[in-house]
């Protein structure tokens, strides 16, 4: 399905409600698969978190000795966090595979330590990719070591089986740290949960936990990331354009949640009031060379570069060395897609700039590479030209209503 977006004047007022973080639903859903007595609400609605949901269910319904064959499609955070739970399955027998893509982006950091830590698990096709075929072990090694420079999926998917294992857990992380945030969404989403953690230095501890939690109704955050496309509708509106966004933490555990200062440069005021954030364009952008390091928040660097680009101002992202092998490499997409609308961009393994100009070639057709956040993050350019934006269903993956928050807006969908 391709979308034909047009937006003239939008609402000068409007209300969207997001559902809850894919990462924190993700996270909670393999919790309450170890620990059923959680309850969660205002889960997310994405097809990653379907997989997880479907995945774990079906788990539960399949005998011990059948051997399941588990296609998580394009979902990375589901094959790294499944990875880790059948692992720790006892007497369970899982084929975890996806699609064309899945089968190239790597799992070998994660598969060599779970096998340190006593598991069973055996590539099925090329080593170090999925497909993987794994045995489901009583884990009792607690040590284990990995790079911190990698996925932080691959760290977050330890410590997520961490507390169920008999003698917990100690993790050292290797070298400089990457995606930290998600790493200490994953210890807090813990602690809120009862189970006693520490991070000091590059060790990480987290202690075994029999009993069921102490916290038992957990309220999802909306989904930051998702929020970001609306930060950028509004830095491309006219001055006082306003958008409320519900619900939202100001001491969020996501670290997308720095987007709130980031597009102070860009002329976006964020409000928080009582679990919203109302976003209002107040000015034109107060600094024209943006240079920010994304290590920390990766997955919104897509919307920024197009934000910027929009906004005909210099852009400088580094920290980016994981897009690269993220549903499509992010870098390079961005690099063509934005040449086609008539951007002077560079991108080297882990960084990206975007360089000023007003000249935007109108009524281009937008590739989406088979990712969800290219498709969102090109679609605030409507508000400068018609735009086409193809394949445009690959946004259910992480935010399935998107096109038509986007209508609420008063945006023209064909």
Not at 106 to 117: G, H, M, N, R, T
Not at 163 to 191: A, C, D, H, V, W
Not at 325 to 340: G, N, S, Y
Not at 365 to 376: C, E, G
């Amino acid at each position: 399905m391709n979308v034909r977006l047009t937006a003239n004047d939008l609402k000068s007022k409007s209300k969207i409600n997001i559902t809850g973080s894919k990462s924190e639903t993700n996270r909670l859903l393999l919790l309450k698969a170890l620990y059923p007595s959680i309850v969660i609400e205002n889960a997310s609605n994405s097809d990653d978190s379907e997989v997880m949901r479907s995945a774990l269910s079906t788990n539960n319904q399949q005998p011990t000795t059948a051997n399941q064959i588990i296609d998580i499609h394009h979902a990375g955070t589901a094959m790294r966090f499944l990875t880790a739970y059948f692992a720790s399955q006892e007497s369970k027998t899982v084929s975890l595979t996806g699609s064309s893509r899945m089968k190239e982006r790597p799992i070998k950091f994660l598969v060599d330590a779970l096998i340190q830590l006593g598991a069973k698990i055996e590539y099925l096709e090329k080593d170090g990719f999925p497909p993987i075929k794994i045995t489901g072990q009583k884990l009792t090694t607690s040590k284990v070591s990995l790079p911190a420079n990698v996925s932080s999926q691959y760290i977050s998917a330890l410590l997520l089986i961490a507390p169920s294992l008999e003698n917990g857990l100690e993790l050292e992380l290797r070298g400089e740290f990457t995606s930290i945030s998600y790493i200490n969404m994953t210890l807090k989403l813990l602690q809120e949960i009862g189970v006693e953690t520490s991070f000091i230095g590059n060790l990480i501890t987290v202690k075994p936990s029999t009993q069921y939690p102490t916290t038992n109704t957990i309220v999802v955050e909306s989904d930051w990331s998702s929020a970001s496309y609306f930060y950028s509708i509004i830095a491309l509106s006219k001055a006082g354009t306003q958008i409320e966004l519900s619900c939202f933490k100001e001491n969020s555990l996501q670290g997308d949640a720095v987007l709130a200062t980031i597009y102070q440069q860009m002329g976006v005021e964020t409000h928080f009031n009582e679990g919203k954030i109302t976003l209002t364009k107040n000015l034109n952008p107060i600094n024209q060379n943006i240079m920010l390091d994304l290590n920390s928040a990766p997955d919104i660097a897509q919307t920024i570069a197009v934000t910027a680009f929009g906004l005909g101002i210099e852009c400088q992202l580094k920290g980016l060395h994981t897009m690269k092998i993220k549903e499509t490499d992010r870098l390079e997409a961005l690099k063509i897609e934005l040449l086609k609308l008539g951007a002077e961009i560079s991108v080297t393994n882990d960084s990206l700039h975007l360089h000023p100009s007003n000249l935007i070639t109108f009524n281009q057709s937008i590739a989406t590479y088979n990712d969800h956040r290219m498709a969102m993050a090109f679609a605030p350019l409507a508000l400068i030209t018609n735009i086409n934006i193809e394949n445009a269903e690959v946004v259910s993956k992480s935010y399935p209503d998107f096109w038509n928050d986007l209508k609420k807006l008063d945006f023209e969908i064909s």
